[in-house]
């Protein structure tokens, strides 16, 4: 454990404000991500460039960087040569570059409290062609079990602060990594991806967040990689239907063009709308594609006045 005390001991106690998005961040850096493993292809070329990239969250007020294994998975590595044995040290590594940068962070003095996320993305996420914001992959739920367990288990072993299951288009998904946490002995957080009052595979939020209700493994639910618009209502019917702390970090309010692979439109962020959403039941607060440490630190200040 990376703080003295859990996150979902911090959560009880109030807000915590997460990192922003990590691509954007290593973009802005001078890397070029234009590649099917997108951040995960720098767990082997340049790690470095992942801990500098959660140490600039962490200076800027985050309190919780979320790892580079979002589209990490041993069929993406294979798809690159990369054997299985190989692919399991990537992933413990995107743990350790994170556990390096609260170490960094430490070193440059910053006091409070630090945790490190593991994220999960889905499915979609190894395909690279756009369906994580779809879903409805023709998959069954025992299918899509089988392909994030192993993965999981290597990230669990690695004992982050939680698993991030993030950018969930889909609540059969969701069912499927609510069953391949259990047992792991390490606590997650349940995040869809959304639009308006749906996921983005069209099921209810009501419904897709009831599946979490019940799961002890979870301590938080809710939305990320949505339009900013997005979160108010998601925030109300995720703490509404399981009572547990809201996490969301929302795009910039950008649109992703998945066939192009850039993003289009004007950015709708605005941190002033963080209080509305702690209000309403946040407690995991941040931010998600295109949404870099400038973002984070008025965040962090947001939610700091407030209290």
Not at 24 to 34: I, K, R, W
Not at 113 to 127: C, D, I, Q, R
């Amino acid at each position: 454990m990376t703080s003295t005390i859990t996150l979902a001991e911090a959560l009880a106690a109030g807000t915590v404000v997460l990192d922003g998005g990590m691509s954007n961040q290593l973009e802005a850096a001078g890397h070029d991500l234009s590649d099917e493993l997108w951040s995960a292809r720098l767990l082997a070329e340049r790690p470095e460039a992942i801990t500098e990239a959660h140490l600039a969250y962490f200076e800027a007020g985050a309190g919780v960087a979320i790892t580079s294994s979002y589209q990490a998975t041993f069929e993406g590595f294979a798809k690159r040569g990369i054997e299985q044995g190989r692919g399991a040290e990537l992933l413990a590594l995107s743990v350790e570059l994170a556990r390096e940068a609260v170490r960094q962070a430490r070193g440059k003095g910053v006091a409070r409290s630090l945790w490190v996320a593991a994220s999960v993305g889905p499915y979609g996420a190894m395909l690279a062609d756009g369906s994580e914001y779809r879903g409805r992959y023709g998959l069954s739920v025992d299918e899509l079990e089988r392909f994030h367990r192993p993965r999981l288990e290597v990230l669990a072993g690695t004992q982050p602060d939680v698993l991030a299951l993030e950018t969930v288009p889909d609540a059969d998904e969701a069912e499927a990594l609510l069953r391949a946490v259990r047992g792991l002995g390490v606590p997650a957080w349940l995040s869809y991806s959304v639009a308006g009052d749906r996921t983005r595979a069209g099921q209810p939020l009501e419904e897709a967040f009831a599946l979490a209700a019940d799961a002890d493994e979870v301590i938080a639910v809710g939305v990320n990689c949505c339009a900013p618009e997005d979160v108010a209502g998601a925030v109300e019917t995720a703490a509404r239907v399981t009572g547990k702390p809201v996490v969301v970090y929302p795009n910039s309010g950008e649109a992703w063009d998945a066939q192009a692979r850039s993003w289009s439109g004007e950015a709708g962020f605005a941190a002033e709308q963080v209080e509305a959403w702690r209000a309403s039941g946040a407690r995991l607060i941040g931010g998600c594609c295109r949404v870099g440490p400038e973002a984070i630190g008025s965040i962090a200040r947001t939610l700091s006045a407030a209290r």
